[in-house]
């Protein structure tokens, strides 16, 4: 079993809290030194030194001093006896210890992903279910191993749930299985028309006699009024049925959503069999240049303005006021 030694890393004029670092060889203490100071200053360009004694040094970056560090004898986080069952939670370690344990693996954790304290929770969690189920005394090292492991499983299933990249960088849905199950590329839209068609069917097939009679005689003569003759019943009888039966295919078609309104007009035979006119009623040809839509004195209706005989409107009361001046 390795030395423990408590730790105390001064970097950039501040101390931080004592840290316990096991090793047998002065490699080993400058290692985890080296761990722990890398850890906090996030560079590539760390280099321990140790002195003579085994036990203080510096910390570098580059060639920049930027630290000490000085290490002692560490009695608190390794129980002297970790085969007593009784003193601490378990092997000796007591509540304190998994604290700092626990600290410990959220400093090792690679990752920084989440919350802080949702991280700490997580190994503080895995360290003492670890404790609990070891057979033979734990190390720190290993207690500190199961803490950071139990933050990258999460962090994992984390990625997996938002369908991100376990080991690599990405946005939420660009795992390349997650957007093949949740974003089909197919284009087709030959499935659409035919549940289009079945479903449209389906909802006729609802209304009573008097209704589907007059949607399908619409449909074969397109004309309200032809309809109306071939049913044999007045033009606005003919009108109240369509309407009832597209409100209720309407409520159908959009289930269990509210329909929304229903907006526009039905032009396909223009008005009263007539044509939609190409010209207002000066000559005015209808272009999109010479048109000006203006709201209707329904909700959602509009009608058309000719602008020719808006400006000559225009034109003739200045005229009229020119005159009366």
Partial sequence: MSTPYRLQLTLDGTALSLLTIEGDTTADLAQAVHRHARGHLGSHTVTIH???????????????????????????????????????IRWGYSLADINHVAAAACTADRSLAGDMTIRYDIAWSAIALALTEATEPPTQNDLTRAGWQAIYAEVRETRHLYGIPRDMGGEVASAPRFAAYWRPTSTDSSEDRLIDGIAIHQIIDTLTTPYRDAVNALAVHGDYRA??????????ALIGRIGTARRAARNLWFAPEIAPPNRGTDRRVGAYDQARATHCGAGHEWTPENTRMDAGRSPGRHRRRCRSCEREHSQRRKSQARDAA
Avoid at 61 to 81: E, H, I, K, M, Y
Avoid at 227 to 236: C, P
């Fill in 50 to 88: 140790i002195a003579e004694n085994g036990l203080t040094g510096t910390v570098l970056r580059g060639q920049t001093s930027v630290g000490t560090f000085a290490l002692g004898p560490d009695t608190a986080t390794t129980p002297a006896n970790h085969a007593a069952e009784g003193d601490g």
């Fill in 227 to 236: 309809a109306a003759h071939a049913l044999g019943i007045e033009y606005k």
